[in-house]
């Protein structure tokens, strides 16, 4: 990034330069004449959306592929203008016993897992759905005939039992059910992996874009500085945090528990090698899925770079908090953090200061209504925090 002044008194401290502090600073910058820090521990700003190049001139995502896709007409034009977009759209196929077929589940994954009975599965599930484009396949164990909930029992079986409890180090059974519930099925060919109307790469990669967001007179960046220990030497500056809420407080109600990953990149031959962005795995490997990097390019480039993606058990120090891990005991952990956060004066915010799983729109969209209601004091920023997390 280039340098810029630092100033020496600041309005605001923001930990973390993830999407989440990245856009909460500029709209406080921009929008109020604020003078903002922000910081984080890492060497490169960005949080988990950072990208670079590596060795062999391919654009790399360190933190796993993000693919950024919303509905919102008005989240899209924000961050344009801090990017101009590669139009892409997200394609992932599952590699069953040998077999590559679409996922979400669709009717070329009946034709080609199931060729003998697809045309009257095919049937028996628009006639049981008529005019829904796509159904959790845990409606599918709820159907009302055997065909039907014996078709959901073999997609379970053939794309996502395996690949769940790989992801999540637990058998399916123990898994937050709704997470089951998001697992869709397309009652057609449609093979787009998500059906929003903007779906897109921005150009010259995240790391760029959000650079851009922090381009601002009035915000300075610091890397690899601690968030708590600038807190304590910056005590005027108001505060908000997007690292783990439970390490704003030392973890005085225990760890809420994530799940981590692991990357192994290894060089590939051509471009596109792989016949989708994102090939899954839900056999017995010890891998989840692999990513070729060179779908994500605006350009063609000579090679290209995969990565094959390994779940792992999170453990503080040692690698990233990326998933939390919903269950009964974390979310009564998390309430007891969120009242404490109340008697602060400190705003929490993005997936590790709420504690929840967001994708890059639900991180922007949260950090400018976080800033919007600093700014015009409409409603308690975390009031609306509490009440994102119980409509999901
Ligand atoms: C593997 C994976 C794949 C994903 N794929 C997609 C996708 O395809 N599409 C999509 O929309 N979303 C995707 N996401 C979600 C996306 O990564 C998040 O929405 C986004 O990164 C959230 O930004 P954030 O600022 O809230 O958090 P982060 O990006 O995690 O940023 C938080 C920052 O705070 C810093 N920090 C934490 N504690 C401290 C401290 N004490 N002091 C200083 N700094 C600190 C961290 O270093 C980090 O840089 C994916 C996430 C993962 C993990």
């Given at each position: 990034m280039p340098a810029r002044r630092t100033h020496t008194r600041n309005d605001w401290l923001v930990v973390g330069s993830g999407l989440t502090g990245a856009t909460f600073a500029r709209c406080l910058a921009e929008e109020a004449g604020a003078s903002v820090l922000v910081v984080d521990q890492?060497?490169?700003?960005?949080?988990?959306v950072f990208d670079s190049l590596d060795e062999r001139g391919i654009r790399v995502q360190r933190y796993g592929a993000h693919i950024f896709h919303t509905g919102s007409a008005d989240i899209f034009e924000y961050l344009s203008r801090f990017t101009d977009w590669y139009h892409y759209e997200h394609r992932v196929l599952a590699d069953v016993d040998g077999q590559l077929v679409p996922v979400p589940f669709n009717f070329t994954s009946l034709d080609t897992l199931l060729p003998e009975r697809s045309g009257a599965l095919q049937q028996a599930l628009l006639e049981a759905f008529?005019?829904?484009?796509r159904i959790p396949v845990a409606q599918l164990a709820r159907a009302a005939t055997p065909q039907l909930r014996e078709l959901g029992e073999y997609i379970a079986a053939a794309i996502f039992r395996n690949y769940t409890a790989k992801q999540w180090g637990r058998p399916i059974e123990q898994v937050d059910p709704t997470v089951l519930e998001r697992v869709p099925v397309t009652l057609?060919?449609?093979?787009?992996y998500f059906r929003d109307e903007f779906q897109a790469i921005p150009a010259g990669g995240y790391t760029a874009m959000v650079e851009a967001i922090l381009d601002h007179p009035l915000i300075s960046v610091a890397l690899q500085t601690d968030g708590a220990t600038e807190h304590q030497r910056r005590p005027d500056a108001r505060l908000l945090w997007t690292g783990r809420v439970d390490s704003f407080f030392d973890y005085r109600y225990g760890e809420l528990p994530y799940r981590s990953l692991r990357f192994e990149n290894t060089p590939g031959t051509?471009?596109?090698?792989?016949?989708?962005?994102v090939v899954n795995h839900p056999g017995v490997?010890?891998?989840t899925r692999i990513i070729d990097h060179s779908y994500f390019a605006a350009e063609p480039t000579a090679t290209t770079t995969l990565t094959y993606e390994y779940p792992a058990a999170y453990e503080r120090g040692q690698n990233e908090p990326f998933y939390p891990v919903s269950d009964a005991i974390s979310t009564a952990m998390y309430q007891k953090y969120a009242a404490l956060a109340d008697r602060t004066g400190v705003l929490f915010g993005g997936r590790l200061g709420d504690f929840r799983y967001y994708d890059m729109h639900q991180a922007v969209g949260r950090a400018r209504t976080l800033a919007d209601t600093v700014l015009h004091g409409r409603a308690d920023p975390r009031t609306i925090a509490r009440s994102i997390r119980r409509s999901a």
């Open positions: 890492r060497d490169h700003i960005g949080g988990n008529p005019g829904t484009a057609s060919y449609d093979d787009r051509r471009w596109r090698e792989l016949p989708a962005a490997e010890p891998f």
